[in-house]
Structures are given as structure tokens and as C-alpha cells.
């Protein structure tokens, strides 16, 4: 049972290249979320899912994509990178019920210059 | 307003006292409350839940919910070096809960 992975660990994009963000988690967990964490800062929410075919924007989706086709993956699109989305990406899962906790993955630190 | 409110800190206090961390919420049908820490470079841990009014003591841990005034706290008593780290509040927004937002975070400095 390896939880929530996240690749690649690190990443270094030039301004206008794409990429995604990979997340799997093998829990079985119906719902899915990506936040990105500046320094310093706390996590702030970019998409969400409740199952598969099913996502929503969080606080901050300019500039992101997502999708997801499978209960385990849910990968998250960077289109024309931009300074500004420098940060860590961390994935996360958690069980149906409103009172579960969500279990992270270990981020992903994306860097464009 | 933010969803999530929090005092950034920095939180400093001696070895061996009460840490008193603080979070208000915005969405007053919110159920479901959590502490994670998080120490630098690594992901959230969860430490504590809450989903009732009044208090939930875990270890050296309490939990406060207090939802008419839309208010969580963690307390953490003889605190510790390894206690220093930042503490993420997070709250299930909504009656569904489907939409989980996170607090700015408060760094807690613990001297030996």
C-alpha cells in the first residue's frame, strides 16, 4: 500500500512550457484535491474531484487543467508556465464521508524561470 | 473575508508550556475540523480532528470547536523542540464537505 505518489519529486520549466503533475493514490478514495504551497504560506486549494469524471475549481485553477478518468489518478495540467505557478504541488485523497482526513503525497517542488 | 483564518505567527514559547494555536472559519454549516503539522520540506501530518462542540484531548493535544463562533483551537501542552513546526488548520467547507481549505498556518518555535 504505497498511499499517494507524486511524480516527478522536482522540476524545472521554462516560462511557456507545459507539464503535468502525476497523482495516484491506491486507497480506493473517491475524493482527490491539489493545493500548491508557496513559502512560507499554507495550502491553497487549485482543483478538486469527487470521483471519477467529476471536478471542480478551488480557490486558485487560473492557469491549471485537470481530469479524471480513473478513481486512482488524477493529474494535474500546467499550460504555458509562468513564474507565478513556482511553488510545491502536493496531492491529496481522502474517503467519501465528509468527516475523513485527507492523506497527502510527498509534493512536488516546480520551479520556472 | 478568507475561509480560513489564522494567525501566521510566529508562535514562540518555552520548553515544557501550553502552545495555544487559533482558527476561525467563514462557513458557519461546516462540519468537520482538523490540525495537521507540517515541518519544513515535508508534506501535512494529521494530528487532530474535531467534529463536535467542546473539547477532544488526544495525548498532550486538545482540540476546541467552538461553531457559533465559528472558532477552532489546538492547545499543546509541555510543548517540546519536536513540537516546532507550522500547524495547518483545515475545515470540510459546506454541509456536503466535498471542498477542503486550509488556514495560512501558524510557525511554532519551541526553545529548549
Known amino acids: 500500500n504505497a498511499g499517494v505518489t507524486q511524480t516527478p519529486k522536482f522540476r524545472i520549466l521554462k516560462i511557456g512550457q507545459s507539464m503535468t503533475l502525476q497523482c495516484t493514490q491506491d486507497m480506493n478514495h473517491n475524493y482527490m484535491y491539489w493545493y500548491r504551497q508557496d513559502p512560507g504560506m499554507g495550502l491553497k486549494l487549485i482543483y478538486y474531484s469527487v470521483g471519477a469524471g467529476i471536478t471542480d475549481k478551488g480557490e486558485v485553477p487560473n492557469g491549471y487543467n485537470v481530469s479524471r478518468s480513473t478513481t486512482e489518478d488524477f493529474p494535474l495540467r500546467l499550460e504555458l508556465a509562468a513564474p507565478s505557478q513556482t511553488s510545491v504541488y502536493f496531492c491529496a485523497s481522502r474517503g467519501g464521508s465528509r468527516a475523513y482526513e485527507q492523506y497527502f503525497g510527498p509534493g512536488t517542488r516546480l520551479t520556472v524561470t | 473575508q478568507k475561509e480560513v483564518e489564522q494567525n501566521s505567527g510566529p508562535l514562540s514559547v518555552p520548553e515544557g508550556a501550553i502552545a495555544s494555536l487559533n482558527c476561525t472559519y467563514s462557513?458557519?454549516?461546516?462540519?468537520?475540523f482538523f490540525w495537521y503539522r507540517q515541518y519544513s520540506g515535508k508534506s501535512p501530518e494529521l494530528i487532530m480532528s474535531i467534529y463536535s462542540n467542546g473539547d477532544k484531548e488526544d495525548g498532550r493535544f486538545t482540540a476546541q470547536l467552538n461553531k457559533a463562533s465559528q472558532y477552532v483551537s489546538l492547545l499543546i501542552r509541555d510543548s517540546q523542540p519536536s513540537d516546532s513546526a507550522t500547524y495547518l488548520c483545515a475545515v470540510n467547507m459546506g454541509a456536503g464537505g466535498f471542498k477542503t481549505i486550509f488556514g495560512a498556518g501558524t510557525r511554532l518555535f519551541v526553545k529548549a
Open positions: 462557513d458557519r454549516v461546516s462540519q468537520s
